[in-house]
């Protein structure tokens, strides 16, 4: 997990870095007030996603136990199968 936590930190911090270094080329200077603002709508927008996902893991952890419990009756009849040639 905190391997996940400072991929998001390098990620914002690096593309803020690019974005105050475009708008320097420019002659724009973003306020403090205005780069908080950034980090603050970029934070928000991941514990969004975040609570989507954790809003649907009810549906998709069924799902996805039952789609591996059919692979593996397929893998057992393509094995049987196999074997009675």
């Given at each position: 997990m905190?391997?996940?936590?400072m991929l998001f930190k390098y990620l914002v911090?690096?593309?803020i870095k690019k974005q105050s270094q475009?708008?320097?080329a420019r002659?724009?200077?973003?306020?403090?007030?205005e780069r908080a603002l950034r980090l603050l709508l970029f934070w928000?927008?991941?514990?969004?996603?975040?609570a989507v996902i954790i809003e649907l893991l009810p549906f998709i952890v069924p799902i996805v136990i039952l789609a591996l419990i059919l692979?593996?009756?397929y893998l057992l009849?393509?094995?049987?199968?196999?074997?009675?040639?």
């Open positions: 905190n391997y996940l936590y911090y690096s593309g475009r708008e320097a002659g724009i200077y973003p306020t403090t007030t928000g927008a991941v514990a969004m996603v975040i692979y593996g009756f009849v393509k094995k049987f199968l196999s074997g009675v040639r």
